[in-house]
């Protein structure tokens, strides 16, 4: 099983920032992908950003040039910053882990959500 688990969500004014963290561990060979969703009340999962193994990044076009998403300093680990945020930046986030497990099937797992607020 792998494990994903998100922190850094909070409450922020308009125009603030907040960085998100994700952490993926358990029994895989390894990770081709992680990536961040979101999910607001009423609406449809939605993608927000998505780092590969080879380090290419995908963003909505909605946080293009606000969001951020890296690596982090540790082994399977990634950051979403983000900065300038909007009220429609309000939801629920979620980390995306895209794996292959122990015995070669692919895993995607997901954490249990972190909530972002944004106060207009």
């Known amino acids: 099983q792998v494990h994903v688990a998100e922190s850094g969500g909070g409450l922020v004014q308009a125009g603030g920032s907040l960085r998100l963290s994700c952490g993926a561990s358990g029994s895989f060979r390894r990770i081709n992908a992680m990536g961040w969703y979101r999910q607001a009340p009423g609406e449809q999962r939605e993608l927000v950003a998505i780092i590969t193994r080879g380090g290419t990044t995908n963003y909505a076009d909605s946080v293009k040039g606000r969001f951020t998403i890296a690596a982090g300093n540790a082994e399977n680990t990634v950051y979403l910053q983000m900065n300038s945020l909007k009220a429609e930046d309000t939801a629920v986030y979620y980390c995306?882990?895209?794996?292959?497990?122990?015995?070669?099937?692919?895993?995607?797992?997901w954490g249990q959500g972190t909530q972002v607020t944004v106060s207009s």
């Open positions: 995306n882990v895209d794996a292959v497990t122990i015995d070669y099937t692919p895993e995607k797992s």
